[in-house]
């Protein structure tokens, strides 16, 4: 199956892939993607097979096994010429990480990585990120229940990874209305947080 791809603004590539439950075209995808195209980022976006089944029958079906999202995110990468950045929404930034080292990509980011299932802190997914070349950014909100800040400051990560913390930010970085922050402003930061990032791999 050719992946189907949605491809907006111009820059330096970045291949984003959504997260386990939602589509490549879901509000918090949506949003980061548009803010990233004001900042020159030139933004492709693309399904797994599961959420392409669902998106042509309707029918709720659980991620597919990591092996095939996986090689299905090679597929994705195999119509682009040279070096893209690539990344992803909690599970796809996790599937990114598994594939960064292997293809030949110029940075890999990603947004609220699931260090460990939500109540399941013993169930670490950080094996591979200690051993990763890739120079990395993870944006991850303070209150994200995959992973708090005292948590993952005791992790053993690669030191080419980079953590930034979005202010107060759930798992898709909403803060809470006390804080005195919103939505809006956290999407914004981390675009440009990730912009930053890009263009400083980028060419010049």
């Given amino acids: 199956m050719t992946p189907t791809l949605l491809t907006h603004g111009n820059g330096p590539v970045l291949v984003l892939a959504h997260g386990a439950g939602a589509p490549m075209d879901s509000p918090f995808m949506d949003a980061i993607s548009a803010a990233l195209v004001t900042h020159k980022i030139k933004v492709v976006r693309f399904e797994f097979p599961y959420?392409?089944?669902?998106?042509?029958?309707?029918?709720?079906r659980g991620p597919n096994p990591a092996r095939i999202l996986e090689?299905?995110?090679?597929?994705?990468?195999?119509?682009?010429?040279?070096?893209v950045f690539i990344g992803g929404k909690s599970m796809g930034g996790r599937m990114a990480s598994h594939i960064a080292d292997q293809v030949a990509t110029a940075g890999l980011l990603c947004l609220g990585y699931p260090f460990h299932p939500p109540g399941r802190p013993e169930k670490l997914r950080t094996a591979h990120?200690?051993?990763?070349?890739?120079?990395?950014?993870?944006?991850h909100g303070e209150r994200d229940p995959f992973g708090k800040p005292d948590e993952v400051r005791?992790?053993?990560?690669?030191p080419s990874i980079?953590?930034?913390?979005?202010?107060d930010g759930d798992h898709s970085f909403?803060?809470?209305?006390s804080s005195g922050r919103t939505l809006d402003e956290n999407l914004c930061l981390a675009a440009q947080k990730m912009a930053a990032f890009i263009h400083n791999l980028s060419p010049k």
Avoid at 71 to 81: E, G, K, Y
Avoid at 131 to 139: A, C, G, N
Avoid at 162 to 167: G, K, L, V, Y
């Fill in 51 to 60: 959420m392409h089944q669902r998106r042509e029958d309707g029918k709720k």
């Fill in 174 to 177: 909403k803060p809470r209305k």
């Fill in 162 to 167: 980079s953590i930034e913390w979005i202010p």
């Fill in 154 to 158: 005791e992790y053993v990560l690669s």
């Fill in 129 to 139: 990120l200690a051993e990763l070349k890739t120079p990395t950014l993870i944006l």
């Fill in 71 to 83: 090689a299905h995110f090679i597929d994705v990468l195999s119509q682009f010429n040279g070096p």
